[in-house]
């Protein structure tokens, strides 16, 4: 009997002990779930006040295009992009261009473009994700990786209860978020060799092979979904878009070789005009074109006129008035330390030894090239020349290949001295002054006719036609060649006021008949330049002619030449608008 009360005690003390050890468990359970109750409530509140805060519509969204018809000046840029973007069996696309121009925008309205065509593969709900190269860090270990995607094993703190239990979790990058649709990447000339190397082998396999060392296919506490995504792969059927500021050369042909390229050419100061009319229009004020001449003189591109519109609009508005001023674009160009932007015009009459030449300056960007020249007698063989103006050495290439060339413009004189001495002509007794004004960078060989035709005009003291731009190199034997960038030349001599423009016949292109405004002559040799400038006709001498003959028979015996006559460009469409503008519809 004592015993077995004795056992009572004890069941009953220990009961006690673990009815107070559950009770207490309990109540603590109860005391942290209303702590985290009451700690959830809180930031539930700050969230709803924050939600419940919103500032107007930034002018900036208000002025973003919206349609096709709100890009502005990239007409066939946006045609070619619709061509390989919207069709039944759309293709990968890089987009070539300045800043501002519109790169951006048309992806987004194109993608739109391209889900209300019913052929097209893209549906209704096709996203587009959108990255930026030049912020798209990795880490090299895999760890993380937000272009291409990742995989987090156990090893790594922050894995969950998976990775307690020792199990790899994939994660998805940009370009399995834009399955189905468009992956849009920014400057993507900017990306790292080795996530360039992989978005390589994305677009080959439509799909993202991941691997880990922590995973194992005969262990069945992994999930199936995991089973799945290693051994099939993360689904990356996407169309690449990318868009970059640099020049075709400087990325990977790797990339290009899988790509359509486009190009979208700079804007002109009309068309940042409209930029910039729109904008004010969006903006609710109302029109004022003071203003907007103030804009085109200072933006060089649509980023740019938008900027310089919205702070003025914001002087505007907090000054309560419903119009700008055009001391309001002044204030913010100044404000904003802005440069006016180049615009060289052709001069306003003719003169001795002054020849527009024209020159390239960037991708698809032409400028007018002005050349002077002066020629002072001299005793006979005893004159010298000398160049001023030209950019003796410059670099060229990106961060990761930097190359430094020096300019071939002194080269080019010496051929141009040559060929006219081969004319009868002696610039060997005048003193030669050759100027480039405005420091432009001179390749030198594409000026060749312009320079030739300048001295010839100062030691003749014959005046050049000032509506006359030309652009060709020179030979020794006086015959003009092929040039680059003959489209962007003759685009930005129009846009100077040139009503004809001097090219080399073997860059001669059907887009350039009946041009309104503008007139394109192909020339052979110098001889058919001087006849078009002058209305002279001069004979090489006899031992130079004799020379020629025998170059003539020998390249009629030759073989064929293994060197095409000219760039070719399938793709190329050109044609003239209504103020005969030339414009470039892209190369694939």
Known sequence: MNLSMVMMLIQFFFAVIIGVYFWNLLRGQKTNRTAVDRESRKEMDKLRKLRSISLTKPLAEKTRPQSLQDIVGQKDGLRALKAALCSGNPQHVIIYGPPGVGKTAAARVVMEEAKRNPASPFKADAKFTEIDATTARFDERGIADPLIGS?????????????????????????????????????????????????????????VLLESAYYNSEDNNTPAYVH????????????????????????????????????????????????????????????????????????????????????????????????????????????????????????????????NGLAVYGPNMGTLLEIEVTAVPVAAGQGKYNITGVVEEEEIGGS??????????????????????????????????????????????????????????????????NQIAMTGEISIHGRVKPIGGVIAKVEA???????????????????????????????????????????????????????????????????????????????????????????DAGTC
Not at 289 to 313: F, S
Not at 338 to 346: A, N, W
Not at 505 to 522: A, C, H, M, S, Y
Not at 547 to 561: G, I, R, T, V
């Open 228 to 355: 799945d995504i290693f051994q099939n792969g993360l689904p990356a059927d996407f169309r690449l878009v990318g868009a970059t500021t640099r020049s075709p050369q400087e990325l990977p042909p790797a990339l290009r070789s899988r790509c359509m390229e486009i190009y979208f050419r700079p804007l002109l100061p009309d068309e940042i005009g409209r930029i910039a009319e729109d904008a004010i229009q969006k903006i609710g004020l109302k029109p004022c074109p003071e203003a907007v001449d103030v804009v085109k003189q200072y933006a060089t591109n649509g980023r740019e006129a938008v900027n310089i519109i919205q702070l003025a609009a914001g002087l505007a508005l907090t000054e309560k008035r419903d119009s700008l001023a055009a001391s309001d674009v002044e204030w913010v160009a100044s404000s904003s330390q802005l440069q006016p932007r180049p615009d060289r015009k052709i001069p306003d009459r003719p003169q001795v030894g002054f020849v």
């Open 493 to 583: 001599a129009f846009q100077a006021g040139a009503t004809t423009v001097i090219i080399p016949k073997e860059n001669w292109q059907t887009l350039f008949e009946d041009l309104d405004g503008l007139r394109v002559i192909p020339v052979e040799n110098v001889q058919e330049v001087f006849l078009h400038v002058f209305g002279i006709e001069l004979e090489p001498a006899l031992d130079v002619q004799l020379h020629e003959d025998m170059n003539d028979a020998m390249d009629k015996s030759a073989a064929p030449e293994i060197f095409p006559q000219g760039p070719a460009a399938p793709f190329l469409q050109a044609k003239p608008g209504r103020s005969g503008q030339i414009t």
């Open 151 to 207: 995989v987090h094993d156990p090893i790594y703190q922050g894995a969950g209860s998976m990775g307690v239990a020792g199990i790899p979790q994939p994660k998805p990058g940009a370009v399995t978020k834009a399955h189905g649709g468009m992956l849009f990447v920014d400057e993507i000339g900017e990306l790292h060799p080795i996530q360039m190397n992989k978005l390589l082998k994305v677009l080959e396999d439509r799909k």
């Open 400 to 465: 990761s290949r930097t190359l430094r060339r020096k300019s071939m413009a002194k080269g080019s004189v010496e051929n141009v001295l040559t060929v006219l001495r081969s004319l009868g002509l002696k610039p060997s007794d005048y003193d030669l002054h050759i100027n480039f004004p405005g420091g432009t960078p001179i390749d030198g060989p594409s000026a060749g006719i312009a320079m030739a035709t300048a001295i010839m005009s100062a030691v003749r003291g014959l005046p050049v036609d």
